[in-house]
C-alpha cells in the first residue's frame, strides 16, 4: 500500500512492501505513517513481487526500483490508485419530489428528470453532453433537489462482441505453425517463445492473430517495443484490427494521461497496452500474454539509475503472471539463441518474407582508393539516380547525426575536443556550433585554431547534416527528408516525417539508427549503409553482435513490398568476417561463428558479468576506490568467479569526471550474486566510498 510519511523535515510517499511484528531498531527512532493513501494495494501481488525479484537480482535499492514500478503521478499524494470523480445525483427529496410543481421551470425538470434516471450519479461533463449546464444543476443543488458526490470512477470492462474490424491475414504454414505453438494448451501457462522471424516475414501478423485468441478469452495484453517512435505505428495496426480499447503508453504523455492508462489496465478495461521499456511494469488484472517486440534492442536495458533489463524482467514477469511470452526479432540476442539452445525458450522460425516480398540483395561497396564526390562513390549515386528515376525511395543510414564529427585545423592537425571529456566535439552548422554528445556541452565554432592562429579549420567526416547538404546538391529537384534526434526533437516531428515517408513519393530518406528499427516503408526499394566500420573494431565484446544486428536491420527496411530491394553497404573492409557472412544476409551463420568465439572467453551468454563503475572529479580518487574493491573481492573471491580490472573505462573523461570499472565474471549465476552481496555493504562502509560517484551494473549490453 502507499502511505504518507514523515521523512525528515519533508513528508513522502512510500509502499509499505513487508509487514513485521518485530524489529531491532529502537521504538523511540520509529515514527508513525500519517496516513495511508488507498483502499487497496498500489501494486498487485505480481508486480510487487517482481519488483522484489529485481531488487535482489540488479542489488539496487528498493526505493528507486518501486519508484520505476509505480506512475509518476502517484509520487503525489493527492492522487489515488484509483480515478476519483465528481458526479451529479438526485437528492433523497429530489427523487421524491412531485415533479410537476417545477413545471414552469422546463430545463429544471429535464435536468432533475435525467438524474432521476442515473441513480449511479452523472460527471459534468456528461450532463453538459445531454444539454444541462452547470447553472441548471446549480439551481436544482439550492432547492435541495440535486447533490454532489465524490465517487470511484466505474471503468466499463471491455467485450468480445464484434472482436475484428479487418479480416486477418491467412497466415503461410510457418506462421500458422508459430500461432499455434503459442495457443496450443487451452490453459495457456507459462512458456517463453523466440519469434525468430527475418525481417519482413510477417511477425506482426503472428503477433495479431496470437492477440486475437487471448482477447477472445477476455484477457489483456501487453506488448512492448524499444522505440517510442513505433508505437502510433504499432497502435494503428492493432486498432485496425481490433475493435477493444488498445492504449499506448509513451514519453510524451503527461503523468497524469499515463497514470489514466495505468488505472485502466489495472482495472481491466484496458485491452492492449503498447509502451517502451518502463510499460513493463504496467498492471493487468487479467493478463494473458507479453510480447517483446525487436527483443534484442539495447534500449531495454536501463543505461542509467536502476539499470534493469525490460526484456529479462518481462520474461520473470510471465512467469509471475503464469502467462505466455513471446520474443521477436529478425536478429535475436545471443542470449536469447542460448536460452533456445538451453531449452528454456522454444524457438519459432519464420524463414520466408510474407506474401510476395523477396529478400533484398546485398552488395558490398569497397571505399578504398575509391573516387568520393561529397563522400559518395559514383556508382553509389547512379544506384540512387536509377531508383529515383523508377518512382522509388532510397533511404540511406549513417548513424551519426550533426555535420561532421571532427573539426580539425588544416595547418597544425589540432582537433576541437570537448573540454570536460576525452572526446571530439561534433560539429554542427543547424544551427552552427559544436556540440559534444556525450556531455552536451555546446560552444561556438572557433574563427581560429587555438594553436596555430591559422583560419583554415576543416569540417572532417560525415554526418547526417553534411550528407543531406551533399545529397540536395546531387538530387537538386528530390525530397529529402532526414530523420534524426536533431530534426526530431519537436512533438509530432517524427510523426510527420513518417506520414511523408508513407504517402509513397519517391524521396530520399536520410536516418540514423532512429530509422531501422521495425518501420515498414514499402517503397524503399534501395537501402544505403554508410561508415558502419567503426562498429567492427569497437572494443566492446559484443560490438560486433550489435554491428550485424544494425545492418541487417536497416537492410530489412528495402524491398517489403512487391518490388524487389538492393543493399549497398560501404566499407573499407569488405574482407571483415561480419560483413562476409551478413552478405548472404546470413545471421544465423554469423552467429554460430560469433558464439563460438565468445564461449572460449567466458563471456555472456556463456558466463555471468556484473560492472562496478566508479567516478570522481580526480583520476586517482576513483580509481583507488577500485583498487579497494578488487582487495575487497580477493578475500571473498568464491571459485569461478573473477575479477577483471581495475581499467579506466574507454572514455576515461567524460563530463569533467574520472571514470574507472572493474568487470566481475563468474561461470555461476549464483556465485557471481552472492559476491556481489557479500561487497557491496562492504564497500559502502569504506570511507572512500563517499568520494566516488559508485554503481553495479548487472548484465550490462554496453562496455564503455
Ligand atoms: P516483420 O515485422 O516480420 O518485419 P511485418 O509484420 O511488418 O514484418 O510484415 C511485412 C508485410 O507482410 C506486411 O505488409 C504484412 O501485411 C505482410 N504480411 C504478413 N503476413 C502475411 C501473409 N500471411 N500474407 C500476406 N501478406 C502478409
Ligand atoms: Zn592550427
Ligand atoms: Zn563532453
Not at 506482426?204 to 489483456?220: A, F, M, N, P, S
Not at 524457438?347 to 563522400?375: V, Y
Request: proline share 5%.
Amino acid at each position: 500500500m502507499r502511505v504518507l510519511i514523515p521523512f525528515g523535515k519533508r513528508r513522502v510517499v512510500a509502499v509499505i512492501i513487508d509487514v513485521l511484528s518485530h524489529t531491532e531498531v529502537d521504538a523511540n527512532k520509529l515514527k508513525s505513517i500519517i496516513r495511508v493513501l488507498d483502499d487497496e494495494p498500489a501494486l498487485p501481488n505480481s508486480i510487487l513481487s517482481l519488483c522484489k525479484w529485481a531488487i535482489q537480482y540488479y542489488h539496487h535499492a528498493p526505493g528507486e526500483v518501486l519508484q520505476n514500478a509505480l506512475p509518476l503521478a502517484l509520487r503525489n499524494e493527492d492522487n489515488s490508485t484509483k480515478e476519483i470523480i465528481t458526479a451529479w445525483k438526485a437528492s433523497a427529496k429530489g427523487q421524491l419530489i412531485d415533479i410537476t410543481t417545477l413545471a414552469r421551470a422546463k430545463k429544471q425538470v429535464d435536468a432533475l428528470t435525467i438524474l432521476r434516471e442515473h441513480p449511479q450519479g452523472l460527471t459534468q461533463p456528461l450532463l453538459k453532453g445531454l444539454n444541462v449546464n452547470s447553472s441548471i444543476l446549480k439551481a436544482l443543488k439550492e432547492k435541495g433537489l440535486a447533490e454532489i458526490q465524490q465517487q470511484e470512477a466505474q471503468y466499463q470492462p471491455w467485450t468480445t462482441e464484434n472482436l475484428l474490424k479487418e479480416t486477418p491475414l491467412s497466415l503461410n504454414q510457418q506462421q500458422q505453425l508459430a500461432v499455434d505453438a503459442v495457443l496450443h494448451s487451452d490453459t495457456r501457462e507459462f512458456a517463453a517463445y523466440l519469434l525468430d522471424g527475418i525481417t519482413g516475414s510477417g511477425k506482426t501478423e503472428v503477433y495479431l492473430q496470437i492477440l486475437e485468441q487471448v482477447l477472445r478469452d477476455g484477457k489483456q495484453a501487453l506488448i512492448l517495443v524499444p522505440e517510442i517512435g513505433l508505437t502510433p505505428q504499432t497502435l494503428k495496426r492493432f486498432n485496425q484490427r481490433f475493435n477493444v480499447p488498445i492504449f499506448a503508453l509513451h514519453s510524451n504523455l503527461t503523468a497524469n494521461q499515463r497514470l489514466a492508462v495505468w488505472r485502466q489496465a489495472k482495472a481491466g478495461s484496458a485491452a492492449i497496452i503498447i509502451g517502451t521499456r518502463s510499460a513493463l511494469f504496467t498492471p493487468m488484472k487479467q493478463p494473458g500474454v507479453i510480447i517483446i517486440d525487436e527483443e534484442h534492442d539495447l534500449s531495454y536495458k536501463q543505461q542509467d539509475g536502476f539499470r534493469y533489463s525490460a526484456r529479462d524482467m518481462a520474461v520473470v514477469r510471465a512467469k509471475l503472471d503464469n502467462i505466455p511470452i513471446v520474443l521477436g526479432t529478425a536478429t535475436p540476442s545471443f542470449e536469447s539463441l542460448f536460452n533456445v539452445q538451453q531449452g528454456r525458450y522454444q524457438q519459432l522460425a519464420l524463414t520466408q518474407r510474407a506474401g510476395d516480398a523477396k529478400l533484398p540483395s546485398f552488395h558490398l561497396a569497397d571505399l578504398r582508393n575509391a573516387e568520393l564526390t561529397n563522400g559518395l562513390s559514383k556508382p553509389l549515386i547512379s544506384a540512387m539516380r536509377h531508383e529515383l528515376s523508377q518512382g522509388n525511395q532510397v533511404l540511406f543510414f549513417l548513424n551519426r547525426r550533426g555535420y561532421s564529427p571532427v573539426l580539425m585545423c588544416h595547418d597544425c592537425g589540432w582537433n576541437a575536443n570537448c573540454t570536460m571529456c576525452d572526446a571530439r566535439m561534433t560539429y554542427h552548422r543547424q544551427p552552427t556550433h559544436l556540440h559534444c554528445h556525450h556531455c552536451d556541452f555546446q560552444t561556438r565554432i572557433p574563427r581560429h585554431c587555438p594553436d596555430c592562429n591559422s583560419t583554415d579549420l576543416r569540417a572532417i567526416g560525415q554526418g547526417t547534416e553534411r550528407v543531406d547538404e551533399s545529397l540536395s546538391e546531387l538530387f537538386p529537384k528530390t525530397t529529402i527528408i532526414r530523420i534524426d534526434r536533431d530534426t526530431t526533437r519537436r512533438k509530432d516531428a517524427l510523426e510527420n516525417h513518417l506520414k511523408q515517408i508513407h504517402t509513397g513519393e519517391p524521396c530520399i530518406l536520410i536516418g540514423t539508427q532512429m530509422l531501422a528499427k521495425g518501420h515498414h516503408f514499402p517503397n524503399v526499394t534501395l537501402v544505403v549503409i554508410s561508415d558502419i566500420d567503426s562498429g567492427l573494431f569497437a572494443s566492446d565484446f559484443r560490438a560486433t553482435e550489435h554491428t550485424a544486428q544494425l545492418i541487417l536491420q536497416v537492410a530489412g527496411r528495402a524491398g517489403r513490398a512487391e518490388k524487389p530491394g538492393k543493399v549497398i553497404l560501404q566499407s573499407h573492409n569488405p574482407e571483415h568476417i561480419v560483413l562476409q557472412s551478413l552478405l548472404h544476409q546470413n545471421y544465423k551463420e554469423f552467429t554460430q561463428v560469433a558464439l563460438s568465439e565468445r564461449k572460449l572467453t567466458g563471456l555472456p551468454p556463456f558466463g555471468y558479468i556484473a560492472i562496478f563503475r566508479a567516478e570522481a572529479a580526480d583520476a586517482n580518487t576513483a580509481m583507488q576506490f577500485m583498487e579497494l574493491l578488487v582487495t575487497h573481492f580477493s578475500l571473498i573471491a568464491p571459485p569461478g568467479v573473477e575479477a577483471w580490472g581495475p581499467v579506466p573505462a574507454l572514455m576515461t573523461r567524460k563530463a569533467g569526471r574520472f571514470r574507472y570499472q572493474v568487470l566481475l565474471r563468474g561461470n555461476n549465476r549464483t556465485a557471481l550474486h552472492q559476491a556481489i552481496s557479500t561487497l557491496i555493504p562492504q564497500i559502502s562502509n569504506l570511507p572512500e566510498s563517499r568520494k566516488v560517484r559508485w554503481h553495479v551494473d548487472v548484465d550490462p549490453v554496453q562496455i564503455d
